[in-house]
């Protein structure tokens, strides 16, 4: 870590490096990383203030999975710089999907990237950039409609199940019959003047043909819940 006590623009470079050779100070990979982040940022006008290092990290992982790139955001957060210098796109990640969604992550969070073999690299809404984000986009579309087809089917079971779910139609609305039979075998008996019991509806209603969505006889619980409504 550094100490900024110039009027140069304050930035921070993050280096990485992909497997167990390159790793250690000796080694070619990372002081070359770095040589070219401060080469660029002397002659920019720029001071790199932090560095952050992962080391024998995959290009693959997404950048939020990995551990000195999390510490980097909240460095940057907390000191307010909104710059990072990479060597290159590549540095940054390989994989040209982890490239693209982890560079859109740190621009809505207003902090620029910049590889320094080709500043404008991500400045640039190439085609191939382009067909990527809608590739991601439509993924994610499907992803949600996924959801909402379980999330639908969960509650028309549950409906079935109970009677009602929030914003959903009732037994009175789905099968008005079933909740004409129980309110009918619920009624107190002219000649004895008691009621039939919860789980003798249920027996009776079951015998009728009517259940559960799993053909179960319902519960004593559900049918209070059916004769409770009209």
Do not use: W
């Not at 390989?94 to 621009?107: E, Y």
């Not at 067909?131 to 499907?142: K, P, Y």
């Not at 992803?143 to 639908?152: I, P, Q, R, S």
């Not at 319902?218 to 009209?230: D, G, H």
């Amino acid at each position: 870590m550094f100490q900024n006590t110039s009027t140069l623009k304050p930035v921070v470079g993050y280096y990485r490096t992909s497997s167990a050779t390159n790793v250690g100070e000796d080694r070619d990979s990372l002081p070359r990383q770095k040589s070219a982040v401060h080469g660029y940022a002397k002659t920019h006008d720029l001071e790199v203030v932090a560095e952050y290092y992962e080391a024998a990290g995959s290009g693959d992982d997404p950048v939020d999975q990995r551990e000195q790139f999390t510490n980097m955001l909240g460095y940057i957060q907390e000191n307010k710089t909104n710059m990072i210098l990479v060597e290159s796109a590549h540095r940054f990640a390989r994989d040209l999907v982890v490239q693209i969604t982890g560079h859109d992550m740190l621009k809505a969070q207003g902090i620029e990237l910049v590889p320094v073999d080709a500043p404008t690299h991500f400045l640039e809404d190439t085609p191939t950039a382009t067909m990527v984000r809608n590739i991601l986009g439509a993924v994610s579309q499907h992803e949600k409609a996924t959801l909402v087809a379980k999330l639908k089917s969960g509650r028309d079971r549950k409906r079935l199940r109970e009677g009602k779910c929030e914003g959903r139609k009732s037994y009175q609305e789905l099968d008005p019959l079933l909740v004409h039979q129980a309110h009918r075998l619920h009624r107190k008996s002219p000649r004895t003047g008691e009621r039939r019991s919860l789980r003798k509806i249920s027996q009776e209603l079951h015998e009728m043909g009517f259940g559960t969505a799993k053909g179960k006889q319902f519960s004593a619980s559900q049918v209070q819940r059916l004769v409770a409504r009209r």
